[in-house]
């Protein structure tokens, strides 16, 4: 995976409604990390949608920024560099494999940990991508490391 571009946001509309983050058509061919009100997110660009949550995972701060999409169970997910932790792009929930050692099946399903990551809403307006940071009424995991500098280069 090739190191993201990192933007400060400009061209703010206002303080809590969406902030600038990129061009559609760069934002398409490379992810963005921003910083808005002090939060650090990541936006992604996935068969034809866009998606933005914290850019440091809920588990222990690893740059999901760095991580591989994949498709599991009809959902796409990121994948965490550090711990190979399973996001869901569209809603942030962890994803984890489980057996139930009372079916006749033991083959593992994938079932939801719940809402783990959070995420933010993406707006595209004449060719300009925003971002509108989720509302914090509620705490989700990943609010520890989202206003934190992390150093990525740190493996755990
Ligand atoms: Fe992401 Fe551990 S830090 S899986």
């Not at 992810?31 to 992604?44: D, L, M, P, T, Y």
Request: proline residues 4%; charged residues 30%.
């Amino acid at each position: 995976m090739d190191e993201d571009s990192s933007v400060e946001p400009s061209n703010k509309k206002d303080a809590d409604g969406p902030v600038y983050i990129g061009r559609e058509e760069d934002l398409k061919k490379q992810r963005a990390k921003a910083r808005i009100n002090g939060r650090e997110i990541v936006v992604f660009y996935h068969n034809g949608k866009f998606y933005a949550m914290d850019c440091r995972c809920y588990h222990a701060g690893g740059p999901l920024h760095l991580g591989e999409i994949e498709d599991i169970n009809g959902q796409a997910c990121i994948i965490c560099p550090w711990h190979k932790y399973k996001i869901t792009l569209g809603t942030g929930e962890g994803l984890y494999q489980a057996i139930n050692p009372r079916e006749p099946s033991v083959t593992p399903k994938w079932r939801s940990k719940g809402v783990k990551q959070r995420t933010h809403h993406v707006t595209v307006d004449n060719g300009n991508v925003y971002v509108t940071l989720s509302d914090m009424a509620d705490s989700i995991d990943s609010d520890y490391y989202a206003e934190k500098t992390i150093n990525s280069s740190v493996k755990k």
